[in-house]
């Protein structure tokens, strides 16, 4: 089991940027796909952003693609979100996620992740 720590939320203004980021420990971070996902008050958790486990693809939910950016840093076992361009509708807790095997890329799904972060408040205001 891998543990997952978030940072970097807070409150920005529209148009603004933040970047989270995730330590993780436990085990070999860089065999894993990792994600980003959000949960907005009153709805569902989504998915926003993945990195694959390997060739440095990666993949975004409509809402997101061309404002943020996710990166991973593996001699740092560390993933990143950049986000720009913020906008209100953005406002959820963000949630760092590994994917239960390693060696797997393309999933999407929440129940595709096993190990979670306790997760980051993102606020931005208009």
């Known amino acids: 089991q891998v543990q997952l720590e978030e940072s970097g939320g807070g409150l920005v203004q529209a148009g603004g940027s933040l970047r989270l980021s995730c330590a993780a420990s436990?085990?070999?971070?860089?065999?894993?796909?990792m994600a980003w996902f959000r949960q907005a008050p009153g709805k569902e958790r989504e998915f926003v952003a993945a990195?694959?486990?390997?060739?440095?693809?990666?993949y975004y939910a409509g809402s997101v693609k061309g404002r943020f950016t996710i990166s991973r840093d593996n001699a740092k076992n560390t993933v990143y979100l950049q986000m720009n361009t913020l906008k209100p509708e953005d406002t959820a807790v963000y949630y760092c996620?590994?994917?239960?095997?390693?060696?797997?890329?393309?999933?999407?799904?929440?129940?595709?992740?096993?190990?979670w972060g306790q997760g980051t408040q993102v606020t931005v205001s208009s």
């Open positions: 990195f694959y486990w390997s060739g440095g693809s990666t």
């Open positions: 436990g085990r070999t971070f860089s065999s894993y796909t």
């Open positions: 996620a590994a994917d239960r095997q390693p060696y797997r890329s393309g999933r999407f799904q929440e129940t595709d992740y096993g190990s």
